[in-house]
DNA sequence: CGTGCGAAG
DNA sequence: CTTCACACG
């Protein structure tokens, strides 16, 4: 882990007062960076994604994974994702709600940069979907979670590895006047977390995704006036991601800062959200108790652009 | 007339030959403009829109009348379509293709600038609808042509002036795989040209808009390969406008500049056609044969952006 | 290729 | 506010 020294303190701080970034508590660069709630947009050559984390028992990090939901993959390739890709130079980026079929994945780029990739749209077209691209090759690869009634909307990629399971997820938004709140909660959660179990029996499985849900108040700027009233704040859905929890899995960043404040991964395009940090924590990654040690870090990586969620990075030493 | 000394001859020359435009032989500007078919696109302020047209008995033109097929009068005006309105300033602009209901038009943009503005949206979002921006009101305005089947659309505005009346229409596009060819040319053809010819028996028509034809193979890059094929060059479509001249309506531009080519008024956003001039003469502006001896000019703004059409422009002495 | 729609988030 | 699909041209 990184130097946290009782970061359980250290993050306690007021959101009105400057607080250091997981960037500035892992990075040794003498690039300061601002919070979180007041970060001017830099280019990507300006950003650090550099880490000296480790565990707490002192292993640095050998496997960074990262998720995130870019809104549409060839937008996102169109303002730039490549790069950010590439310089990213994760083992394994998770992507969801990609919106588009395997024709429209610019494999050979990828190939190229040194990623094979493995993409599942949904039947929808223009909808949903999910992608895993990646250095080393799994073990395996499976597509949905074997119910046929939630895997027709391309929303889940499982990848074996030899340690773990990596699942990626684009969690069903419970939609505009929460008119698939049922769905989600009764359904989708019960059998998505059934799945997940199951895995868990196997072999420890790392989640990560848009789980289209802030757990807490700290998880979302305005907590009040969206409770129970937009998806994504109600409690079924805050109570699936408990009982989530409670089958074994740890919330990694919650878990490593659980007092930071304004830390989102997602900030609707309307009103000019993102300036002002109006943002929600909706994009996770949840690993099995037992790989709890082998935790660096886990991060936002919150400047980087082209989506209305920023990727979220997670460190493993495996 | 603009000196029209033997136009026939002097415009009889080979595309590959550069040959003056209108502006050229009305204007007594310095400014010397390209061909159409070479013209690299210009600013606003650079384009000369003056003119000093007059009679074949030498009056001057005193109306000018601007027709255009907008693509969307929203994104013009995004596209800086207002700029244009105002440096032409014409007495009537004839839009069509709006794209567009009443509350999307800036009102007050117009009125600030002297122009009042009635349009006519069909009942289909966002598809068809035509109008018209004046500074002098008519005496009347009336929508559709009183035949219920075509006037759901929004596709002709009649204004009646002292000395005349002008209509503006959208003739309906044939559609892809001609699918529409039949309503076209044997309802909608046939209805509209009796509405005209009925309007026609009260007072002069000026008749002005897309009418989605050709009339003949110097009316578009490539007839060979459009022939019967693209809807705008069917034999039908043609015969349509021929029986609509026969009436009594003299196509103005074709009447002045009889053997002028590669002068059009529509060009396909695909395959860069227009920096191609690969373009078809889709708009018109017809009037009635008793006006013959009013006209002044007949124009091409080829040089004007903001759709795939351009404008065009009848210079009239009343 | 581009406009506007409507669904979705 | 932005994505995408689709219709239409």
């Known amino acids: 882990m990184p130097k946290r020294k009782s970061k359980t303190e250290a993050e306690a701080t007021s959101p009105s007062k400057k607080q250091k970034t997981e960037a500035d508590a892992t990075s040794p660069s003498k690039k300061q960076k601002t919070d979180a709630d007041a970060k001017p947009p830099i280019s990507l050559e300006e950003m650090d994604f550099s880490s000296s984390a480790s565990t707490k028992t002192g292993n640095a990090w050998n496997k960074k994974f990262i998720s995130m939901n870019v809104n549409g993959f060839r937008a996102f390739l169109n303002k730039g994702g490549l790069d950010y890709i590439k310089k990213e130079s994760a083992d394994v980026f998770c992507i969801q709600e990609t919106k588009c079929s395997d024709k429209d994945i610019p494999v050979d780029d990828f190939k190229k940069a040194g990623f094979s990739t493995h993409f599942l749209a949904g039947d929808k077209a223009g909808y949903s979907g999910v992608g895993i691209i990646y250095k080393d090759p799994p073990m395996s690869i499976k597509d949905g979670i074997d119910v046929e009634k939630h895997d027709d909307e391309g ?164």
């Not at 049922?182 to 998505?192: A, L, Q």
């Open 155 to 318: 929303r889940v990629i499982t990848a074996e590895y030899e340690d773990y399971y990596l699942v990626t997820v684009y969690v069903p938004n419970s939609g505009r006047g929460l008119k698939r709140l049922e769905y989600r909660t009764k359904e989708w959660d019960v059998d998505f977390r059934k799945y997940l179990k199951e895995l868990d029996n196997k072999k420890p499985v790392i989640l990560c995704g848009d789980l289209n849900v802030a757990h807490n108040e700290i998880d979302l700027k305005n907590p009040k006036s969206n409770k129970n009233k937009t998806p994504g704040f109600c409690d079924a859905e805050r109570e699936g991601l408990t009982e989530l929890l409670q089958e074994g899995f740890i919330d990694t960043y919650r878990h490593i800062y659980p007092n930071k404040e304004q830390a989102y991964s997602f900030w609707t395009y309307m009103g000019n959200a993102r300036a002002k940090n109006v943002g929600w924590r909706l994009d996770y990654f949840l690993v099995s108790k037992r790989l709890e040690d082998k935790m660096c870090d886990s991060l936002m990586r919150s400047q980087v652009m082209g989506s209305d969620h920023c990727p979220i990075a997670l460190l493993m030493a495996f």
